[in-house]
């Protein structure tokens, strides 16, 4: 089983949709999760870190579930610009990022 | 202030041959991991070098070794190359060892080994 496991989409919506999606991950002890996004042959950026309680930065929203050890990201309004893939990522306990494959975005007019 | 910087941008070589790939790390940074992703998958954790010295591993053979210089820059070397090595390579910097800090990427090496 892979340590952290995305659903590939790729999910396909208009402007101004919200669209959500969801990660797993197998190590319950694992510390820190983020979600980054990676634009298609570029670097990944951080978009943002995962709160216990939730947070949000935005039109972005992102919740950890430890119990059932999943994280998700909402986009609210979404804007051309947030085609990308947005990578899972989290910190295991003995210090070592582990990367989801990506989920793949495409926002259209 | 300059980010993370990586060289080559793009190599290809041949199986059997070596390559060497280069980063500097964001000012002030002190740790570079290097980072294998593959096409359509997400970045795999190679090493980590902190302090001139391999803190950390991932399942990578030992074909794979790195390197850090005292200003902190690090070289990655990849021996016996194989078809399957070709692949973006990525080195990300951060500060000090715990894991929670921000990793900023490099643009990435893209090998291709014919």
């Known amino acids: 089983r892979k340590e952290v496991e995305q659903d590939p989409g790729p999910f396909n919506v208009p402007e101004g949709a919200t669209v959500a999606f969801n990660c797993t991950y197998s190590?319950?002890?694992?510390?820190?999760f983020f979600w980054y996004r990676q634009d298609c042959r570029k670097e990944p950026k951080l978009l943002m870190s995962?709160?216990?309680s939730g947070n949000e930065d935005g039109r972005f929203t992102a919740q950890l579930n430890r119990a059932s050890q999943y994280i998700s990201l909402l986009i609210r309004d979404s804007k051309l610009s947030d085609s990308a893939t947005y990578l899972c990522?989290?910190?295991?306990?003995?210090?070592?990022?582990?990367f989801g494959a990506g989920t793949t975005v495409t926002v259209r007019a | 202030d300059a980010g993370v910087t990586q060289s080559p941008t793009h190599l290809i070589k041949t199986r059997g041959q070596q390559v060497t790939l280069r980063c500097s790390p964001k000012s002030g940074h002190d740790t570079v991991s290097w980072y294998q992703q593959a096409l359509g998958q997400g970045p795999q954790f190679i090493f980590q070098y902190y302090e001139e010295e391999e803190r950390q591993r991932g399942n990578f053979p030992d074909r794979f070794s790195g390197h850090q210089f005292p200003n902190y820059s690090s070289e990655l070397n990849v021996n016996a190359l194989l078809l399957g090595d070709s692949a973006l390579y990525l080195c990300?910097?951060?500060?000090?060892?715990?894991?929670?800090?921000?990793?900023?990427f490099g643009p990435g090496t893209r090998l291709l080994v014919l």
């Open positions: 190590n319950s002890a694992s510390q820190s």
């Open positions: 990300a910097s951060s500060i000090g060892t715990g894991g929670r800090e921000t990793q900023y």
């Open positions: 995962v709160y216990s």
């Open positions: 990522v989290v910190l295991s306990n003995d210090y070592k990022l582990s």
